[in-house]
């Protein structure tokens, strides 16, 4: 999904599945100084980008671009053979050569090193303080769980609280988590615990994390994710009962889906 200056611009599809820009909505949304917003629903959009901001370059407008969440976020290294899509991702964006690109929560440091002229906004560090106003969060008995050391330090301006940190001993071969061990203390049992990350995908790492703060003590959980895959719905994370809220912005979901889910609209 592409909004310019806040309207959606709509794209239709010919019978052989090109992609159909009209320009008379394009016009009527632009000004001198544009800002698209980028929802990436699938590879299709990468097309419909390059075709918006082109017609916006032969009419001498100024463009920039805020990416809602940027794909490919996961495929940030090389490991073995892999590709570095990320990378190929972030060229392509490169080419069309925005004033300006925000993203959204990015995954890691290297998205913001492999887009030109980009810097990154974190909104779940003002949700944050949302969350715990409706869960109750007790700043001197609950405390704030991290997944990874990543995350940790993702979100290392939270200051101030009680934090927990996982750390994940995976199968590279698999991709799956074998381990996760906890590291700090809780301030005692029937804590609540904020679990804060920045994407949700099938919530198996979640799933896990809970487990583990329900046997060190933990009365309720709650998650705070930027991203939320439509995959949660797949996974077993919603169903288990370990999770009793999961918080999340609509820069992947748009609607629930789930009465565990709230949606903070940010896009």
């Not at 159909?20 to 990436?40: M, S």
């Not at 330090?153 to 074998?178: A, H, T």
């Amino acid at each position: 999904m592409l909004k310019l200056n806040g309207q959606e611009i709509a794209m239709r599809t010919f019978p052989n599945g090109e992609t159909l820009l009209g320009g008379e909505q394009v016009l009527a949304a632009a000004t001198e100084d544009n800002v698209i917003v980028w929802k990436y629903e699938d590879d299709s959009d990468l097309i419909k980008l390059m075709f918006l901001k082109r017609y916006l370059d032969e009419r001498g407008y100024r463009t920039s671009l805020t990416i809602a969440y940027m794909p490919y976020s996961r495929m940030d290294r090389v490991e073995g053979a892999s590709a570095f899509t990320l990378k190929y991702t972030a060229e392509f964006i490169n080419r069309l050569q925005f004033a300006s690109v925000q993203v959204i929560e990015p995954h890691s440091d290297v998205t913001t090193a492999l887009l030109d002229r980009c810097v990154a906004s974190y909104p779940t560090l003002s949700l944050l303080e949302d969350v715990m106003a409706r869960v109750g969060f007790d700043g001197e008995r609950d405390a704030l769980f991290f997944p990874d050391a990543g995350a940790q330090k993702r979100y290392s301006k939270l200051r101030g609280y009680r934090e927990l940190v996982g750390f994940k001993v995976r199968d590279f071969q698999s991709g799956q988590i074998q381990r996760l061990d906890v590291v700090g203390e809780p301030a005692g049992p029937d804590f609540k615990a904020i679990i804060v990350d920045d994407l949700c995908s099938y919530g198996g790492t979640f799933l896990l994390s809970a487990e583990k703060l329900k046997a060190l003590g933990a009365s309720e959980i709650y998650l705070l994710v930027a991203h939320c895959e439509r995959s949660i719905y797949d996974g077993k994370l919603l169903a288990s009962g370990l999770v009793d809220r999961v918080f999340t912005t609509d820069t992947i979901l748009s609607e629930p889906g789930h009465e565990r889910i709230h949606i903070y609209p940010i896009i």
